[in-house]
């Protein structure tokens, strides 16, 4: 070979070398055997092949002389590494099998959204609008966590809405990063590549009817859209994500309930409800339809037992009082706070075992267990430290203690599910309005149990326990003043000064044996 030809060998290596990396940094970033790889893959090729023909001698010195008997060990090992590699891969692509070690597992889907993708009536469509400006690494992450939870009903696929402008205009696509879920002829869009929003939408296309419910006002109940935490409006939007019409009724304006209310729910009155509207309710009920009363006690409502007219019907045609006390737990501080952990069998609270729900305030409920012609379920109770406290006075002064003349004793009914076998009507009734408001909602399971107990009332079966969860809130804690010092010591001076001595003793040593 031409001396002058030879000079250029070396160049061959360093494009080989060259094309490696760009090879690897390709695998690593796409995870794909596309073009741009097999050309970087092609260059290495001709890379080394133009390197051991413009120098044959050195390539036959490199593979068969000294050198190269380290250069072979040297390829051996890294091809020991790389098949060890290769094998890893291997068994860990064909083993499907995750493990989720965040606190919350953020990285898992609910149980919730496990059983919603199981129950897909046919096939679903992931599409995601996504421009090369805006990142897709978290719907990729999450849309792939429903694809393999699935069991092949669910599908995703990615549409630059600058490249392809038809299909985004088709699909009334107007913000970037936009999922459209699609199921036979219907669709839903999604804003944020969210398990809440997605497993909603889902929820929406597996059950397409519509549903309205009915929350009542014109007493002080808790609106449905507030600034402040003592608004009902994340019961809304959670039964507005299960495609729920929520609105409200004003039975003092119009003394009707509309022919399409599923169920009705009354929400923390502070003023009583009057005779026609008692009589409105019990029309309803006996139609076969439901009502959900959440009732605080008297001393937060103000409203006298005597006046109570709907707590008075229950108690002649349902065989339901709704006692006068506050409930008292001594085992718990503040006492007046319920925290209760203890569920009837009922599809409402079957899946709440293992979480407590709180309760501020509540009163007790009690029930004829002899009367005829209904079906009751104790929802929730409170513990054997408790009991129904009616002397108001003495809460008021912080010195509670149980009477047994007057006080009824613990475990005591905070909610309850009833229906009338004849007419199917159904009730749920808690002893308590405030524990499902915005400030109470998302405490451990308070809003699933309201959410599951309208779900029931208004005959919706198939759509108790589909709620998603929430994220643990973390808060970083910046270090003390003591503790910046600290790692400067340790990271600034103690490391280096600790590997600079080593190093100068380790040459003192050398120096004195030459």
Sequence with gaps: ?????????????????AAAAVSLGLYIVRRAFDLPLQISLGVIVLGLAAAIFLDPQRAK??????????????????????GILVVINYLVNNNTKRWDLTEDKKNSLAPETIEILNKLPSKVTVTGFFTARYSKDTAVQILE????????????????????????????????GTLVVSME?????????????LSGALIRLSNPGKRNVYFLTGHGEYPLESSS?????????????????????NLLQN??????????????????????EVSVLKEFLNKGKAVVWLVNPNVESGIKSADDLFGAYLKSDWSITVDDDLMIDSNVNPPTVLVADKYGNHSITNRLQGLVTLFPGARSIQYDEKAQGFTFTKLVSSSSASWGEMDMTSISNQKVSPDKSTDRMGPLEVALAAENST????????????????????????GTLLINAIDWAAGQENLINLTTKNSVTRVLTPPTIFSNGMILLITVILIPGAVLVTGIITWIQRKKRG
Aim: glycine fraction near 6%.
């Design 145 to 176: 966590n429903y694809k393999s939870a699935s069991n092949g009903k669910l599908d995703y696929k990615f549409i630059d809405p600058e490249a392809d402008p038809v299909s985004a205009q088709a699909a009334k696509i107007t913000r970037d």
């Design 1 to 17: 070979m031409n001396k002058n030809l030879k000079k250029f060998a070396p160049f061959g290596l360093y494009l080989a070398l």
């Design 61 to 82: 010195e490199i593979f068969t002389g000294r050198q190269g008997k380290n250069t072979s060990n040297a390829l051996l090992m890294g091809i020991a590494v790389l």
């Design 255 to 276: 003394p009707a309930i509309p022919d399409d209310a599923l169920a009705v729910v009354i929400a923390g009155e502070k003023k009583p409800l009057s005779e026609k």
């Design 185 to 197: 002829d219907r669709s839903e869009q999604v804003t944020y590549a969210d398990e809440t929003e």
């Design 423 to 446: 007419t199917k009507g159904r009730l749920v009734i808690f002893g308590d309005a405030e524990f499902a408001n915005d400030e109470y909602y998302n405490q451990y399971g308070n």
């Design 229 to 249: 935490e003592v608004s009902y409006g994340q019961v809304k939007t959670a039964l507005a994500a299960k495609n729920y019409t929520v609105q409200t009724l």
